[in-house]
T-cell receptor
Framework: KQEVTQIPAALSVPEGENLVLNCSFT??????LQWFRQDPGKGLTSLLL?????REQTSGRLNASLDKSSGRSTLYIAASQPGDSATYLC???????????FGKGTLLTVNP | NAGVTQTPKFQVLKTGQSMTLQCAQD?????MYWYRQDPGMGLRLIYY???????DKGEVPNGYNVSRLNKREFSLRLESAAPSQTSVYFC????????????FGEGSWLTVV
């Protein structure tokens, strides 16, 4: 069974801190890995997508890496802001019919 | 460009009632999905349609049926709603080309009493 695990489940940091969110998956035969943000009561917004042939992707203060051999991805957020407070989910696409499997998310709180 | 549109956004049902959640995408995507999201459980795949004319079960299909009406539309039906189906439902669409990003609707909040 393909599983995706996110650690920690919750994280609280002071504003301005750099932080790393972790995602691990059990099957290295992935098609791509995607990071999402979800605000309370809202849908999912795609942040970064890393193809299986790539090692990392960057967008502004966000950087996501992918290590297929160890089955890990990290989302690095630089200089965190209160507006970054949200739940961050990673999802692995792979297997037959390119199914997408989600982790349970990390709830991030950035304190002013 | 509306992306993925779900209706209704909120619904309260009585146990045993039936209803259909509607989903439409305007991005010409081949694949469409229905997920449910519950506290502590993350997003779980109910059904998906890899292409027009095909549907397949996901992790938690019991109590649901789907119809891929055409390439744009993918509906989810609860034939006899149960309190365990109280959840937030998300429709999504994707295609292997065009950037590979999956797009989600805004969600449908369903309460079964």
């Amino acid at each position: 069974k393909q599983e995706v695990t996110q650690i920690p489940a919750a994280l609280s940091v002071p504003e301005g801190e750099n932080l790393v969110l972790n995602c691990s998956f059990t099957d290295s035969a992935i098609y791509n890995l995607q990071w999402f943000r979800q605000d309370p009561g809202k849908g999912l917004t795609s942040l970064l997508l890393i193809q299986s042939s790539q090692r990392e992707q960057t967008s502004g203060r966000l950087n996501a890496s992918l290590d297929k051999s160890s089955g890990r991805s990290t989302l690095y957020i630089a200089a965190s802001q209160p507006g970054d407070s949200a739940t961050y989910l990673c999802a692995r696409r792979g297997g037959s019919n390119y199914k997408l499997t989600f982790g349970k998310g990390t709830l991030l709180t950035v304190n002013p | 460009n509306a992306g993925v549109t779900q209706t209704p956004k909120f619904q309260v049902l009585k146990t045993g009632q039936s209803m259909t959640l509607q989903c439409a995408q305007d991005m010409n995507h081949n694949s469409m999905y229905w997920y449910r999201q519950d506290p502590g459980m993350g997003l779980r795949l109910i059904y998906y349609s890899a292409s027009e004319g095909t549907t397949d079960k996901g992790e938690v299909p019991n109590g649901y049926n789907v119809s891929r009406l055409n390439k744009r539309e993918f509906s989810l039906r609860l034939e006899s709603a149960a309190p365990s189906q109280t959840s937030v439902y998300f429709c999504a669409s994707w295609t292997p080309s065009g950037g590979n990003t999956i797009y989600f609707g805004e969600g449908s909040w369903l309460t079964v009493v």
